[in-house]
């Protein structure tokens, strides 16, 4: 029989992510956020390419985002609406790290690898923020998938976008548990 680690297991069969808008001050300082981010560094990297890289938005840049999600919008003929719950995740963020999916050329791994890895960094650290104690949640939207955005905001280079959004504070008041996947309906086993 292996040797179960039942805390980290009870974590993950009840870690629930914040909602964003629900986080307040403080966030984590640069010592408090680093052992987050070196978690989320570990892991799986087919071929070591590390196809992701970190952007620590602080409290004092989310304007500046919020004020080019407005932007952002009015250029691509978004919504009054869209562009109010775009700009919303920075006019309340206390702290945010922006995943940048890094897209590196391989002849062994393929570019989809390559986005599984940033995407599994992204999850890597809601869970590392969450297990120590902060509230956290990942987001996206539509402004994370303007390429104008990206380049005016984090000075992404061509072969790089957003993988996520992770919005890490104290968590506010604690949503209520949503209904989860039916495990039956998505789970075939093969036995032969």
């Known amino acids: 029989m292996p040797l179960q680690n039942d805390a980290a297991l009870d974590f993950l069969l009840t870690r629930r992510s914040r909602p964003a808008k629900t986080l307040v001050a403080p966030a984590p300082n640069r010592a408090e956020l680093e052992p987050l981010l070196t978690a989320a560094a570990r892991t799986p990297d087919h071929g070591k390419l590390e196809p992701w890289r970190f952007i620590v938005v602080e409290k004092g840049a989310m304007a ?20 109010a719950k775009g700009r ?63 380049k005016a905001a984090f000075d992404l280079a061509d072969n790089e976008r957003i993988a996520g959004l992770i919005h890490i504070a104290t968590q506010g008041p604690i949503p209520p548990e949503r209904p989860r996947p039916d495990l039956n309906a998505k789970t075939t086993w093969m036995t032969q």
Not at 88 to 93: A, N, P, V
């Open 88 to 150: 919303s995740q920075f006019e309340l963020g206390h702290l945010a790290v922006v995943v940048v999916e890094v897209q590196t050329p391989s002849v062994k791994v393929p570019a989809l690898e390559q986005t599984y890895s940033a995407g599994a960094v992204c999850l890597a650290l809601l869970n590392a923020a969450l297990a120590a104690g902060w509230g956290a949640n990942w987001l996206s939207g539509w402004v994370s998938h303007d390429p104008e955005f990206c």
């Open 64 to 83: 500046r985002l919020a004020d080019l999600t407005s932007q952002a919008g009015q250029r691509l003929d978004k919504s009054p609406e869209d562009i």
